[in-house]
C-alpha cells in the first residue's frame, strides 16, 4: 500500500504574544541577519542563562513556527525525520519535528544536540550548509527547505567530555552565539520582572548567584542559574522565607554533597538572615537564634 504523507499544522507552534526577552548583547541582530541569510544558528552557554527564551523571542519576532527538541542520548535520526506507523491497518509516514519545520518554513531548536546519537548529524549536515535540505531516505525524498526554514542547535562546552564534544564539521556549518550568565543589573532587572519579587530580594539573589558561580570548580559543576534564580525568587513571592527558598530552589537543585550543601546554605544565610537582621526586620537576638539552630542542624554541619 503506498504509503500517506501526513504533514502536521505548523500552527500550533505559532507564539502569539512576546516572550520577555533582555538582551544581552547584539544577538537579536546576529540572528536575525543569520535568518535572513539561511544560515544556521549555534547558541553556546551554560543551562537556564537565555537560550530558549532568546529562541521564543525570536521565533515571535520574525513570525516563525517554533519546534523545540530535547535531545537525548536515544535520540535517532528517525527521531527528528520522521516513521512509518501502523495505524488501523493501514501504514502511514508521519514527520518528525525537524522534517515540520522545514516543510513549514519554520524555525527548529535543538537543544543540547551533542546527547543525540550521532546519525543525526547525518540529517543535519545537509540541511546547515549551502544545500539546504533534508535527506528522508525511508520515503526516498529529499526535501527542500524554503528560505523562511531556519536551523538552531544549542550546547553547553561546560558539559562536553571528550566523547561528547561537537565536531568541527559541524560546528563550523553554523553561525555561533554565545550566551551567559547576564550582568549583575540586568540579571537582577530579569528575576524581577520574572517574578513580581522586591529590588532588594532579587538583588540579594543576583549576589549569592554570583557567590555560587565562584565555587563552580571548586565542589559545585555549576554555579546557580538565572532560572534557579527565577525559582527561588517565585517561592519567595509566595511567601517562602528566602533561606528556605535559597535551600530548596538553588542549593538542593546545584549539589547533593552534604559539605557543600552546608557551605552554600551558609552563604545565602549570610546575605538573607544578616540582611534582614541589619535591617531591623529581623530582631538581632531572633536572627542570631536562627542562625544558631540551623547551623546546629544534621547536614548544616561543616
Ligand atoms: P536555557 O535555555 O539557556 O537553559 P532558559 O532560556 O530556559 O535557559 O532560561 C531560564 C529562565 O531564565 C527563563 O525562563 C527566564 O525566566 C530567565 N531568563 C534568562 N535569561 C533571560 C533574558 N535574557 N531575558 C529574560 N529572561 C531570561
New binding site residues.
Given amino acids: 500500500m503506498q504509503p500517506v504523507l501526513r504533514v502536521s499544522r505548523p500552527e500550533e507552534y505559532f507564539i502569539e504574544e512576546e516572550p520577555?526577552?533582555?538582551?544581552?548583547g547584539n544577538e537579536i541582530a546576529v540572528f536575525e541577519a543569520a535568518y535572513r541569510n539561511g544560515l544556521p544558528v549555534l547558541l553556546k552557554?551554560p543551562?537556564?542563562?537565555?537560550?530558549?527564551?532568546?529562541m521564543e523571542h525570536m521565533a515571535w519576532r520574525l513570525k516563525r513556527a517554533l519546534i523545540t527538541v530535547s535531545c537525548h542520548d536515544d535520540l535517532t535520526a528517525s527521531d527528528l525525520v520522521g516513521r512509518f506507523l501502523v495505524k488501523g491497518g493501514e501504514t502511514i509516514w508521519v514527520d518528525g519535528p525537524l522534517a515540520r519545520a522545514v516543510r513549514a518554513g519554520g524555525i527548529c531548536y535543538l537543544?543540547e544536540i551533542v546527547e543525540a546519537r550521532k546519525d543525526t548529524t547525518v540529517v543535519i549536515h545537509p540541511l546547515a550548509d549551502d544545500r539546504r535540505v533534508l535527506p528522508m531516505e525511508k520515503v526516498g525524498e529529499l526535501l527542500e527547505a524554503s528560505t523562511d526554514f531556519c536551523l538552531t542547535i544549542?550546547y553547553n562546552p561546560g558539559y562536553q567530555s571528550v566523547l561528547k564534544d561537537l565536531k568541527q564539521s559541524t560546528r563550523q556549518r553554523f553561525v555561533a552565539l554565545e550566551?551567559n550568565y547576564?550582568e549583575a543589573g540586568l540579571e537582577q532587572r530579569?528575576v524581577e520582572k520574572?517574578t513580581g519579587v522586591d529590588p532588594e530580594q532579587a538583588r540579594r539573589l543576583v549576589k549569592f548567584a554570583h557567590m555560587t558561580r565562584n565555587l563552580k570548580g571548586q565542589g559545585l559543576d555549576e554555579g546557580a542559574?538565572?532560572?534557579l534564580l527565577?525559582h527561588a525568587a517565585k517561592l519567595i513571592v509566595s511567601g517562602v522565607a528566602p533561606v528556605t527558598a535559597c535551600r530548596s530552589a538553588i542549593a538542593q537543585p546545584l549539589t547533593d554533597d552534604a559539605d557543600m550543601l552546608s557551605a552554600v546554605y551558609e552563604l545565602s544565610a549570610s546575605l538573607f538572615l544578616i540582611g534582614q537582621i541589619r535591617s531591623g526586620t529581623l530582631g538581632k537576638q531572633v536572627g542570631a537564634a536562627l542562625l544558631k539552630r540551623d547551623a546546629e542542624k544534621p547536614g548544616n554541619k561543616a
Fill in positions: 520577555y526577552y533582555e538582551p544581552v552557554g543551562t537556564g542563562c537565555g537560550k530558549t527564551r532568546f537543544d544549542s550566551f547576564p530579569i520574572e542559574s538565572t532560572r527565577v
